[in-house]
Every structure is written in C-alpha cells, then in structure tokens.
C-alpha cells in the first residue's frame, strides 16, 4: 500500500502535490517523493525516508519546476523500508526519458528480474519492484515507438506489452519527459486510481488534470471528480492538457482489494463508485448481527472503536444492539499507523503511545471493543490488556472483517502466514491468545455485501481472508518463496 498522485497543471503543481501527499500521508510513512517535469523536458526529482512534512524544505520545492509532475508516500511491501535510495519515483534516461511511481506489488518479480538481464540489457540497482516496472515499460516504449515519434497510440501499446509481462497489483503515474503524464491500473483494478479535472483560470489556459489514490485529493483540490480509472486502462495526458484514454488489457474485470475498505483508505474518499465511510457503517450493522448470535446483550455494557478507522463500525454496531456507545481510548495522532510501521517491534512498542485507556469509562464495565480488523494480534493483545489495566469487568472483542488467515501479496505487507494471528487457529484459540473473554468476527459474506452494495462492483479482492487470488497467478510454491524470502 502507498499513495500516489500525478497532475498536470498551467503553473508550478510542486505545491498541490505536496499538498496531495499530505492527504496520503495515511497511506504509508516509510518516505516520500515528489518529481516535476518543464515543457523542455527538464526533470526535477527530490525524494527522502520519513514523513512529507519532515522530507521537503524551501530550498526542494523551489528546485521542484514545472508544470507535470507527480508525488508518491511509501509503504515498504518490497524492498528495505530504511533504505532511502529505493523510495519513489524512479527514474531511467531512455527512451525520453521516465520517471515512475506505482502503488501496489508485482508477484512475477523473479521471472521479471531474469528477463531484464537476458532480455532487455537493462540493470536494477535496488530490490524495488518499482525499478523492475520502470524498466518493464521504458523497455517497451524503446520497443513500440522512435526517437521523433510518440503518439499516444504508440503509448498505449507499450502500456498494453507492459500488463503481458506483468503480474499482480499495480497502479502506475509516469511522467515522459518533454510529452505528458502517463497513468494507467491493472487488469483486476486491485489498487484504486481516480481521475479528476478542473478549468483552467485565465486566457489561453488549458484544463488541469489530477490522478490519484483516492478521492479526497481531488476534493480537496477543487477538482471535479471525472470516474475511476477503468482496469486495464491507461490514461494519457499531454503537457498542454489534452487528454487520451485506451483500454489496453484483453480481459479486464473489476475486484477491488477489501482491505481498502476494512482500514487502509481514509473515510472521506469514494473509490470504485462505493464511498468508504458508508461501507464502514454497513460493516457494523452486519457486525452487530453476528454478535448478537453470540453474546448476550444485556451482558454489554458499553461498545467501544479503536480509534480511528473502526468508529463508523462501532457507531452502529451500539445502535442496532441498543448498547451505549463510549469512547474509551484517546488517541495520540502524532503517532503514526502501528499497522503500516515497518517491523514487529517498531509496532509493539507504538501501541501505548499512540492509545490510552481512560479509566471512568472502563472501570467496572462490561466493555464490547470494535477494531477494523486483527492481523498479527499484536495491538489487539495490548489494547484489551489495557482496557483490563483500566478496570473493565469484562472484555468482549469483535473485529469488522474476518479472520485474516492468508498472505496479502497484492501491496500490503501480510506475506507470511506465520505472522497471522488467525492463521491456523479457530477463533477461542484466537480469543485465548488475544487475552479477551469472547472474540467475534464478521462474517465474509456479510463483508463483501457491506462493501458492494448499491454498487455495479460485484467481486473484491478478498485474498487474505479466503485465499482466493482474483489474477490466478499466485501459487502456493510463491507463496512459501515469499515467506521463505521474508525470513531469510
């Protein structure tokens, strides 16, 4: 999972994408990066480790010039999240030209790497999978276009060569050098893309573009929400804001990964035509359902969220059972998300910063606790000792989506079954390592209809709950590679 933005502006955009970044920030914290591009064809890149208010000073955004460009926030699923050299964007000098920024993970990497050294001549010189599809597609635009000639039907042919090669979760914003703004998703659209526009001000100015991971930048920016990026499609835009769109799979279908939903995207955003705080509260309701077959309700007190992505879940998990709803926790924002932090004890030791338990809301209380989800178990055992610490009677813990059980390949960093605290354990088992008196889950059906309804999106990515793998290309020999390289 990370953030992306991409625009193509009248002026300078290195002060909207920045902004943009801002919006991300919850996408991923690892490090950022911000390339622009001038008409001549001169590109300005400035990338560092840690968060965008700490990466960028005057003297970097007065060097970031031009009126294309685009802004990425990381969160390491490949490569070393320490190592600055492999934050984004990417860059390669030919053809043209190509800075590069992707949210998401290729599973074909090994097979990838071998071909860029048999196949295409051309040297990695990091881990990243983002190096490896810049070079996929600067390979292809070398092989579809000339050095005077790039038409956007030539583009879209590379961007069509590029998804054969291709496997796995990725949306893609490139900057061409001297051309435009390049976007385009995979053929499952897995990872969300969003497009948006908004008049030009003044005379002779030509419509501004934005690209972006979810729909609050485009909000936020006064944009005018366009429709998501099609799977499989890619989008062109020209220096002087003509835009072009071709689909360049042959078998595209939509199935958006769930865990957007579950926690990942912030809850102002609409992605896929479904807005996320609306599902969030769907989630509850069927939430409430299951707990009600399983726990007395005149045995729960109070309903708790564990700020901040499970309280739309909570709100209405407390109005269908009729229960009353607390805020028991008070969160410290300065204090990053302990799921995306990179390292087991970097997240352990997160916990009680980021969280404290007020004891007048605790104290001899039969407490029902609401998380967006549980994955290692790590935070869930520290948060329901905390509220054990402030006195509760009684802790019952209910989760909005289910059993995280599998490995997430597709851009969240889940890859090892072993690091799941769901993985090969039923649920009491679950609830006797969480330290809790009852765990609840939702229920996957009741997850997906939450999440779909009232929308033409009939499929989601649901891999690490099912271990069903919407692109067919995930084996259980990548898999254990995977964790086999996790380890090692």
Request: with cysteine; charged share 20%; proline share 5%.
């Amino acid at each position: 999972m990370c953030g992306i933005v991409g625009m193509v502006g009248n002026g300078p955009v290195n002060q909207d994408i920045y902004n943009a970044l801002l919006l991300l920030q919850h996408r991923g914290q690892d490090a950022t990066g911000i390339a622009t591009a001038e008409p001549s064809g001169v590109m300005h890149v400035a990338k560092s480790s840690g968060m965008v208010r700490d990466a960028f000073r005057t003297r970097d955004m007065r060097a970031l010039l031009g009126e294309v460009g685009l802004g990425h926030v990381r969160y390491a699923t490949k490569g070393v999240a320490s190592r600055e050299e492999e934050a984004q964007p990417f860059y390669v000098n030919s053809p043209y030209g190509i800075v590069l920024i992707h949210n998401g993970n290729l599973t074909n990497t090994r097979e990838l790497t071998a071909e860029m050294a048999r196949r295409d001549r051309r040297h990695l010189n990091s881990s990243s999978d983002t190096e490896l599809l810049l070079n996929v597609l600067a390979g292809e635009l070398q092989a579809t276009t000339s050095p005077v000639d790039l038409e956007p039907d030539r583009i879209f042919e590379a961007v069509s060569r590029t998804h054969e090669r291709i496997e796995g979760a990725y949306a893609v914003i490139a900057v061409i050098a001297g051309y435009g703004l390049l976007a385009f998703r995979d053929p499952h659209g897995i990872r969300p893309l969003i497009l948006g526009r908004r008049p030009g001000q003044g005379e002779g100015a030509h419509e501004e573009w934005v690209v972006a991971s979810e729909s609050l930048v485009l909000e936020n920016g006064d944009y005018e929400v366009v429709r998501d990026v099609e799977p499989g499609e890619a989008v062109f835009i020209s220096h002087d804001g003509e835009l072009f769109t071709q689909q360049c799979a042959a078998a595209p279908s939509l199935s958006p990964c769930a865990f957007e939903y579950v926690y990942l995207a912030r809850p102002d955003s609409v992605m896929n035509g479904i807005s996320v705080y609306e599902s969030r509260l769907r989630m509850g309701e069927r939430l409430a359902a299951t707990i009600a077959k399983h726990v007395p309700v005149e045995e729960i007190d109070v309903v708790m969220p564990i700020p901040d992505s499970s309280r739309p879940a909570a709100m209405q998990v407390a109005r269908v059972l009729g229960v009353e709803y607390r805020e028991g926790f008070y969160k410290n924002h300065y204090v990053g998300r302990t799921f995306i932090m990179p390292g087991q004890a970097v997240r352990r030791r997160s916990v009680r910063q980021k969280l404290n338990a007020m004891s007048s809301e605790f104290r001899g209380k039969h407490v029902l606790l609401i998380d967006d989800s549980i994955v290692r178990g790590t935070t869930s055992q520290q948060i329901i000792q905390m509220a054990r610490d402030a006195g509760a009677a009684s802790v019952v813990f209910a989760s909005a989506a289910p059993p995280i059980r599998h490995p997430h390949v597709y851009g969240i960093n889940m890859p090892s079954r072993h690091e799941l605290v769901a993985h090969g354990r039923t649920i009491p088992e679950v609830a006797e390592v969480l330290g809790c008196d009852r765990l609840v889950y939702q229920e996957i059906d009741d997850l997906v209809a939450a999440i779909t309804e009232g929308s033409a999106v009939s499929d989601l990515d649901t891999s690490c709950f099912d271990g069903r793998y919407v692109t067919g290309t995930v084996s259980g020999e990548y898999l254990a590679w995977v964790e086999g390289a996790q380890t090692s």
